[in-house]
């Protein structure tokens, strides 16, 4: 006959006294509160590339208007007010949205109800010429506007009348010079930071336009660059770049070293299709253009999925592979920094 085995008593505290449980293992810190914002006195511009106009949306992607309408000439002059693939917008602190007019070479400046004031620049290699522009910065401390002159592989610096001021970078891979630069953005102190698109990588200059630092290489992995195409830096000089070609975002520090990152390759809510540029407002919540996927995506500033608008199409509303993106805001909306 088998034999039975004696089962164990259960363990209970009066047999065992107090059980005490140690780990290694850590409870995740816990994320910042998100801020209760109202994002209707928050504007949206995003240049249309695909419908060649401007669309204003509020921060909660209601449609509030649009303008421009696609170049009826095929060699210049071209007419203001007229787009051929629009890339890069920007809002100075008087409320008039400067337009990089990509196709046509150009940037144009529009008052705040979108009406045209004037225009400059042409094809080619100069103070005042441009080839392929991509993206616009404001500069609220100097008063002036960054255009990214994309297959000019430099960067330049306009006053509001659109008189030259400054260039920098040249054709190539050495510190200080480029290749394809798509993004540009500002910090607090005034440094301009480039998406050095074909170079793999984030540069740092002065406001002068004089190399401060650099960093990224090429590859897929988290902490590497493929092709990074718009960019933000954050309150907290957290540097946030979007790469088109691997469908995420990553944060950096102010020194390059890598953080976390956001997204996949997709059509679900969180993920992207090619995403061209990001804006972040003065709460941290961030605004992705979707390009391929026709739409944008807003995220919290844990960079957790909120909400998306837009649908390929020409009507209102509607989008067609847009490009670039700017915020401004009503007046005493922003927070006051003490």
């Given at each position: 006959?088998?034999?039975?085995?004696?089962?164990?008593?259960?363990?209970?505290?009066?047999?065992?006294?107090?059980?005490?449980?140690?780990?290694?293992?850590?409870?995740?810190?816990?994320?910042?509160?998100?801020?209760?914002?109202?994002?209707?006195?928050?504007?949206?511009?995003?240049?249309?590339?695909?419908?060649?106009?401007?669309?204003?949306?509020?921060?909660?992607?209601?449609?509030?208007?649009?303008?421009?309408?696609?170049?009826?000439?095929?060699?210049?002059?071209?007419?203001?007010?007229?787009?051929k693939t629009p890339m890069g917008v920007a809002v100075d602190t008087e409320g008039c949205i400067w337009v990089a007019d990509t196709g046509c070479h150009r940037i144009q400046k529009f008052d705040p109800d979108g009406n045209f004031i004037f225009q400059f620049g042409?094809?080619?290699?100069?103070?005042?010429?441009?080839?392929?522009?991509?993206?616009?910065?404001?500069?609220?401390?100097?008063?002036?506007?960054?255009?990214?002159?994309?297959?000019?592989?430099?960067?330049?610096?306009?006053?509001?009348?659109?008189?030259?001021?400054?260039?920098?970078?040249?054709a190539g891979d050495f510190d200080g010079f480029m290749k394809f630069p798509a993004g540009v953005a500002l910090d607090k102190e005034g440094n301009i930071f480039v998406a050095d698109r074909d170079n793999q990588r984030i540069q740092v200059f002065n406001e002068d336009?004089?190399?401060?630092?650099?960093?990224?290489?090429?590859?897929?992995?988290?902490?590497?660059?493929?092709?990074?195409?718009?960019?933000?830096?954050?309150?907290?000089?957290?540097?946030?770049?979007?790469?088109?070609?691997?469908?995420?975002?990553?944060?950096?520090?102010?020194?390059?070293?890598?953080?976390?990152?956001?997204?996949?390759?997709?059509?679900?809510?969180?993920?992207?299709?090619?995403?061209?540029?990001?804006?972040?407002?003065?709460?941290?919540?961030?605004?992705?253009?979707?390009?391929?996927?026709?739409?944008?995506?807003?995220?919290?500033?844990?960079?957790?999925?909120?909400?998306?608008?837009?649908?390929?199409?020409?009507?209102?509303?509607?989008?067609?592979?847009?490009?670039?993106?700017?915020?401004?805001?009503?007046?005493?909306?922003?927070?006051?920094?003490?």
């Open positions: 006959m088998e034999e039975q085995k004696e089962e164990a008593p259960p363990l209970t505290e009066e047999s065992t006294g107090t059980i005490e449980i140690s780990s290694s293992e850590t409870l995740p810190e816990e994320l910042p509160e998100i801020p209760q914002v109202d994002h209707s006195k928050l504007f949206v511009w995003v240049a249309d590339t695909g419908n060649d106009r401007i669309q204003k949306f509020d921060g909660n992607g209601n449609l509030l208007m649009q303008f421009g309408k696609p170049s009826r000439s095929t060699r210049p002059p071209y007419s203001g007010g007229e787009f042409s094809e080619g290699w100069g103070q005042e010429k441009f080839y392929w522009p991509e993206s616009l910065a404001w500069d609220p401390t100097g008063g002036s506007l960054l255009v990214a002159d994309t297959s000019n592989h430099c960067m330049k610096r306009f006053d509001d009348e659109g008189d030259f001021l400054m260039g920098f970078g040249f336009g004089q190399f401060v630092s650099k960093f990224g290489e090429y590859g897929f992995e988290e902490g590497r660059l493929n092709f990074p195409n718009g960019l933000v830096v954050s309150p907290e000089e957290k540097i946030i770049t979007a790469e088109k070609s691997q469908n995420r975002l990553q944060v950096f520090d102010i020194e390059g070293n890598f953080e976390s990152t956001f997204g996949e390759p997709g059509k679900r809510d969180g993920q992207f299709n090619c995403p061209m540029d990001l804006a972040m407002d003065p709460y941290g919540f961030i605004f992705v253009v979707d390009t391929l996927n026709n739409r944008l995506q807003k995220l919290d500033p844990n960079m957790e999925f909120m909400m998306r608008w837009g649908s390929i199409g020409r009507e209102p509303g509607q989008l067609k592979n847009p490009s670039g993106i700017c915020l401004s805001w009503e007046p005493d909306w922003a927070p006051v920094e003490e």
